[in-house]
C-alpha cells in the first residue's frame, strides 16, 4: 500500500522524486555494455520474499504475529515473486560490475524465510561480486539476529576477511562501504540506527578509500539523511551520519527502505563528485506490482565514471514499464 508522502527536506538538500535519473554531476556518458571506463552497480532492494510463513508456537513472538497480519492485509497481494524473478533475469542480463543488495529480504525473521533469502541472493551471481546490508525486516526480532549474520556472511565479508560492520569491499577503483542500521524494535516500529561506534569507523573509512583515490559507495538500508522517513521508521542518528558525511566525503549513498524512488544529495567539501555533492538514491521495492509509478518495481544503475581527480556519478532505472506489464528501460536520461 503506497505510503504517506515524505515531508519536505531542507534547503541544502536537493530532493527530486521520480522520475529518478540525472540529478548533480554534471552527466555522464549514457551506459554502454562493454565499456571499459567507468564501474556500473546494479541496486535492487526490499524485495520481501513471500509468502511469509505463519509463525509456530516455538517461534511466536508479538511482533511476528503482527508483522504476518500486516503482511495478510496489504504485502501478499502487492507482492509478484514471478515479477521479482523477470526483474533479476533483466538485471543479470544487463551485466553490471557489482549488484548491492539494501535490505528487507525477509519479513517477520523466520528459518524459513532466511533459508529462501540466501537461496535468493545466489541467483544475483558470484558473492564476491554481489553486496549486501540488512534491513529492519532482516533485522525483525532479537531472535533473528544470530540467523541474519550467519546467512549473510557470504555477502557482508569485507577484504579484510572479516564479516562486521562497516565493511569494505574495493573491486577496482570502487570502494563498497556496508553499513547496518537494522536492529530489533518494538512492534509498530521501523526504526533504524548506525551508531558511535559504527560511524566513528565510517569515518575512517571514508577517509582511508578516499586517500586511495577511491570512490566511496555507501550501501545503507534506511534512507540516512535527516527527516527523510515519517516517525517512527527512519534513521534516528542521520544527523550524526549526515555530519560524517559532510566531513569525510562519499561519492554515492544507496539505500531502501521507503519502497519508492527518492534522489536526494548532500553538499560536501569531502566529496570528490564532479558537482560537489553526494548523490543519495533511494530504489523502490523490486517486488511491488502496484500501479503508483513511484512505488512500481525497478531497479537502479549507477555508474561512476573517473574524471581527473573527480567522479561523474549518473543512474538510471529499469522496471516494469508504466503502461503495461513489460520489463525494460524505465525513463529516459534527462542529461
Ligand atoms: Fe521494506
Ligand atoms: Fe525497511
Redesign the pocket.
Known sequence: MPRKPFPPTRPDCISVEAPLLQPVNGGAAPYEPGRVMGFTIAHIT?PHLSPAPLPGLADFRLKRFMGYVNWKRGRERLNDMALLARLVEDLRAQRPDHVAVT??LVNIGMPAEFRRAAAWMETLGDPADVSFVP???DAYVRAAMPMLKATFAPWTTGDSGASAFPYVRVRRDIAIIGLTS?LPTGPLM?T?KLGRTQLERFATLLDETGARGLARVVLI??PPLARSAPPL?GLTDAAAFEHVLRQHGAEAILH????RQLFRSLASRATKTVGGRVPVLGAPSAAAATRDPRYRAAYHLVRLERDGERWRVSARARGLALDSEAIGEREALAV
Open positions: 526490499d535490505g528487507d534491513g529492519n525486516h537494522g521501523a533504524g538500508h534506511h521508521r531502501g527502505h521507503t519502497h
